[in-house]
């Protein structure tokens, strides 16, 4: 028996080829589109890692403030060492309701600040711990992450203090470890009666 095949020809050849290529396009696409769905998942698992106060608004920062917390983000991870800005700028009601902690509220007491007491209320002040590998925040003061027999926490207030940066941990009555600002020669009482910090330079802070 004797079966007739059709000739492949160019038209047919076309078809196969249009076919293939179109496949090849789904495949790419569809790779394409599981990368990217990855890639959200991931970033999602991450930021569930991370604590709620680590998504700051450094926008309300004084210029020179937010400048040097940036330089010391940059200049801590040429150390090996990785840190978050955790707070900034704080509102007074938001300072109210950091002072109830231990007091009318559950929890520690974790400041001696009501609203319109601390410097973070007029944006000179930010709290910093350091980032872990798996992106959460850690205030161990002990840890040394970058591997290099020192205390990463030592390290950082260090560096801020070169940046002009006062530390909280210095303070004796109630130490503050995560704190750091910049008064530019300020006290609270002067903050609260109005003064100008719009032409405060870095020199000031010193």
Request: proline share 3%.
């Amino acid at each position: 028996m004797q079966y007739n095949t059709m000739p492949h020809t160019p038209a047919r050849l076309s078809v196969k080829k249009s076919r293939r290529r179109r496949r090849l396009m789904l495949y790419l696409l569809l790779t394409l589109i599981v990368i990217i769905a990855a890639v959200i998942i991931d970033r999602q698992l991450l930021d569930m890692t991370k604590p709620k106060q680590l998504q700051i608004e450094t926008a309300q920062l004084h210029p020179i403030v937010r400048k040097q917390a940036d330089e010391l983000v940059r200049l801590t991870q040429q150390q090996g060492i990785r840190i978050l800005i955790t707070d900034g700028f704080r509102s007074a009601a938001e300072q109210d309701a950091l002072y109830r902690k231990g007091r009318s509220d559950e929890g520690s007491i974790v400041t001696k600040a009501k609203g319109g007491q601390s410097y973070h209320n007029f944006g000179l002040a930010v709290d910093f711990a350091l980032l872990k590998d798996d992106g959460s925040a850690s205030w161990e003061m002990n840890a040394d992450l970058n591997g290099n027999g020192k205390s990463d926490w030592q390290e950082v207030v260090a560096i801020a203090k070169s940046l002009h940066f006062e530390w909280g941990g210095d303070w004796s009555n109630f130490p503050d470890y995560p704190h750091l600002q910049m008064t530019f020669g300020y006290s609270i009482r002067e903050l609260q009666r109005g003064a100008d910090l719009s032409a405060m330079t870095l020199e000031d802070a010193e």
